[in-house]
């Protein structure tokens, strides 16, 4: 055997293993804290490997493993666009309804400090490039450090909204809001309450912001279990939204156990890749949304503000009364 056919045969188990665990990551979610890491192999690193696996095997005899790598590649590539990429998700906004409309956004500004006013010029170039001089409707800020500072906030703050922070969390917006109080702050995961007020046609509407330890070694089945058990012993109210860095891909059996009756606002309405983190080369959706079933999101998409660790989320939804 000849060091070609060697590295060949190599290249092949390599490749048909990181398939293999990436297959058994997407079958078994997180739900298992031991092998949940499977479940963060992204699949856009997987296909291209994958690709590049079957592509250096096109001078060589081995034709079969060649073309299964090929026939695994179109499976990846399909999930890739059916889970990971938004294509024609989003629905139609028509010019009449744009008043009845809420533009919410959220980014994990992680703790800037020194570089606050460096993340609010990026949020403001972003603001004005999606929504002109309005900015959106909702900012919800995590980690928010000195962004709230008063020679800094009108950096991307519009002369019509309000600010308000609590923990770890900050909103800002031009909806009013009613009450903010903290859920939950054990060190492990935080969690606030905010409700608004009924607006431009919408009713009363309230969310829970959430942060949830990075720890990889952590199950995320437990550790969201934990919050969820948390919030029901404390009888807090429901939810129309929920949103913040949850530390764990989109998908995963943690996800739906906390808000099992909630859905994903990008697998409803999503655009584009979805991943948030890291920001410069996004390879996983952990800052996620989810949606109550009164709420409709028509369009969500994650932005690239050019500052900081995360990606901003933004969405546009309506609210429909009881």
């Known amino acids: ?29 997180d739900r298992i804290s031991s092998i949940q890491f499977l479940h963060w192999i992204p699949t856009i690193v997987v296909l291209v490997i994958t690709v590049l696996g079957a592509s250096a095997l096109s001078c060589s005899k081995w034709r079969r493993c060649r073309r299964l790598l090929w026939m695994i590649a179109c499976v990846q590539a399909v999930v890739f666009i059916a889970q990971d990429y938004g294509i024609a998700r989003a629905r ?35 603001f004005g490039d999606m929504y002109g001089e309005q900015g959106p409707d909702v900012l ?20 019509d909204t309000t600010a308000v922070s609590i923990g770890r969390f900050a909103v800002v ?27 431009n046609g919408n009713p009363s509407w ?73 920001r410069a080369f996004p390879l996983w959706h952990i800052d996620q949304m989810l949606l109550a079933t009164r709420v409709t999101v028509l369009r969500y998409e994650i932005v690239d503000t050019g500052i900081g660790k995360h990606r901003m989320q933004t969405a546009v939804i309506r609210i429909a009364s009881e």
């Not at 056919?5 to 997407?26: K, M, Y």
């Not at 703790?111 to 609010?120: L, R």
């Not at 903290?182 to 009924?198: H, N, Q, Y």
């Not at 279990?225 to 943690?254: C, K």
């Open 1 to 29: 055997m000849t060091l070609g056919s060697v590295g060949r045969l190599f290249l092949i188990v390599a490749v048909f293993t990181l398939s293999l665990a990436w297959g058994i990551g997407r079958a078994m979610t």
């Open 92 to 126: 139609s906004i028509i010019a009449d309804d744009e008043r009845s409309l809420i533009r919410i956004a959220h980014i994990n500004v992680n703790w800037p400090g020194e570089n606050a006013q460096e993340i609010a010029r990026g949020l403001s170039n972003s």
């Open 140 to 159: 919800f800020i995590s980690e928010y450090g000195g962004v709230l500072a008063a020679s800094i906030a009108p950096m991307y703050c519009a002369p």
């Open 173 to 199: 917006g031009r909806v009013p809001i009613v009450e903010v109080f903290p859920l939950c702050d054990d060190r492990k995961s935080t969690a606030v309450f905010v409700r608004f007020a009924p607006w």
């Open 206 to 278: 309230a969310a829970i912001l959430v942060d949830v330890p990075s720890d990889p070694a952590i199950s995320r089945v437990k550790v969201l279990g934990e919050l969820r058990a948390h919030l029901d012993a404390l009888s807090a109210p429901s939810p129309d939204l929920i949103v913040g860095d949850f530390n764990t891909a989109r998908g995963g059996e943690s996800i739906r156990a906390f808000a099992p009756k909630m859905h994903d606002a990008f697998s409803q309405a999503g655009v584009g890749f979805g991943a948030t983190f890291p």
